[in-house]
């Protein structure tokens, strides 16, 4: 396509539109950031940095792009952070692990490390998985809620029927249940799903499609003066990407929490704070959250989820419902605090410092945390590497994945509030949190003209070189310096 065509490409009301769709090739790619450089008349020249072994496989080919993007014209180049160790005791992760943030925010990693350290310091964090399930809610609309109620006495007993339609349509989704809702003479059914290693939205909604067009032809010949008037592939039940009271006491997507047993000791040595005073921040913030009406209650959860998500190639939309979980913050005994030491396997509690008294308990539930470790950006480059530096890319690792996020969520969650409660939080971002332009007096700035204007004139200014051999400075660690002589 030449730059005239490209620049002369309309739609049928000659409308302006972008040029080579459907095309991901890199050619392809190139010719489509260069017309919209011409368009927006500005450059592109690092979001055009492709990346540096271009096309050397599938994970750094513009090809993989299709199915994850339309019209791409480069790459957004997030900068990514290490955060941990952290100490994790699970079922699908035990030991210590590091956490990829693509952030850029300043101050998140710090914090997240910071509330990693007061984890280890405290035995670890103790993660669990209870459920892994995505649903789709499609509705069907009858003449009168008199059908409505039939179709679904109906559509009950043909659950056996519809696993055997979705497993015909793909390998790897599993139909777990069904579950109704009635409004009047439409009904809503939530059609529950297992999807393995992919976080499956796509997956499911793929083969609620195959399930209801097979429902719609059987009810058709099965249920004589019943008839469907609207079918809607989602209804919005599913609260899909958006923020729900459902994804709270229902699970869509897997259901993990961590928890910790913080002595007070580590408290007052990591996230210089006293117990006493931790708690009464928390419980000034549940009052707050109550009054401003959110839906759960942490303090900064979609931090650590957006930027694990952007790192890992995750469905960074899918933040919403991923971050609506419950901190849980009570008082903990000396008793409490040794025997969670003791099941962490410290053999002598009182190294942890349990001698000064109690501490805190910690919990983080995330009902819906919505991941995976196949499909989707998964399989990108840069996604493909921070998913194995967390041991969690390909089949069987999508625990292993929800557990380690859980427990750096919670571990940043205490920090953060830690630094509320003990006046760091804006100094904090004072620090690490802000880009001012660095103004200051540089190497560069330094020569003739500085000093003359300083000094005035009648000033020679004279450079002195170290003695060098064969071009080799005779003292390599010996710099080069500047004379002002009359």
Not at 231 to 254: H, P, W, Y
Request: hydrophobic content about 40%; aromatic content about 6%.
């Amino acid at each position: 396509m030449s730059e005239t065509e490209l620049d002369s490409d309309k739609d049928p009301y000659g409308h302006p539109r972008i040029p080579l769709r459907g095309l991901y090739d890199v050619n392809s790619c190139n010719l489509r950031r260069q017309w919209a450089e011409k368009f927006a008349n500005c450059t592109l020249d690092q979001v055009g940095a492709w990346w540096p072994n271009q096309g050397s496989d599938d994970a750094c080919s513009c090809l993989k792009l299709k199915g994850n993007i339309e019209n791409p014209i480069g790459l957004a180049k997030v900068p990514v952070g290490l955060v941990g160790p952290l100490l994790v005791r699970g079922k699908n992760v035990a030991g210590y692990v590091l956490c990829p943030f693509a952030t850029t925010e300043g101050a998140l990693v710090a914090s997240a490390t910071r509330g990693a350290s007061a984890l280890m310091r405290s035995g670890g964090v103790f993660v669990s998985t209870e459920d892994h399930v995505m649903t789709r809610a499609p509705s069907f609309t009858f003449a009168n809620a008199k059908e409505a109620e039939l179709f679904w006495t109906w559509l009950r007993d043909k659950l056996d029927d519809l696993r055997l339609q979705v497993r015909q349509y793909s390998q790897h989704a599993e139909l777990v249940s069904l579950s109704p809702q009635r409004f009047g003479r439409t009904l809503v059914v939530q059609f529950k799903y297992c999807t393995r290693d992919a976080a499956g939205q796509n997956m499911v909604t793929g083969a609620t499609s195959h399930l209801c067009k097979w429902l719609l032809g059987k009810a058709e010949k099965d249920m004589e003066g019943v008839r469907v008037v609207r079918f809607l592939i989602e209804s919005n039940l599913s609260c899909d990407k958006k923020l729900a009271m459902l994804n709270l006491v229902q699970t869509r997507g897997v259901h993990v929490q961590a928890e910790a047993w913080v002595p007070e000791s580590v408290l007052l040595s990591v996230l210089k704070v006293d117990s006493t005073s931790l708690l009464d921040t928390y419980q000034h913030f549940i009052h707050s959250s109550f009054r401003a009406g959110t839906i759960g209650f942490n303090t900064n959860a979609s931090n650590i989820i957006a930027a694990v998500f952007i790192a890992t190639g995750q469905d960074v939309a899918s933040v919403v419902e991923s971050a609506t979980c419950q901190l849980i913050l009570a008082p903990a005994s000396k008793e409490e605090i040794e025997q969670a030491m003791r099941n962490a396997g410290v053999e002598h509690p009182a190294s942890c410092g349990t001698e000064e008294g109690g501490g805190v308990y910690a919990c983080l539930v995330m009902p819906s945390l919505i991941v995976g470790t196949v499909g989707g950006g998964t399989g990108l480059a840069t996604q493909k590497e921070c998913l194995r530096l967390m041991g969690c890319h390909g089949t069987g690792d999508v625990g292993r994945l929800a557990e380690i996020i859980v427990g750096f969520a919670l571990a940043l969650e205490l920090s953060t509030l830690a630094s509320v409660c003990g006046g760091q939080f804006a100094s904090a971002h004072e620090k690490l949190g802000r880009n001012r332009p660095q103004n200051g007096l540089k190497d560069s700035h330094i020569g003739p003209e500085l000093f003359t204007g300083l000094m005035g004139e009648g000033w020679t200014f004279v450079r002195h070189t170290p003695f060098t051999v064969g071009g080799v400075p005779s003292n390599p660690t010996q710099k080069s310096a500047m004379f002002l002589l009359p």
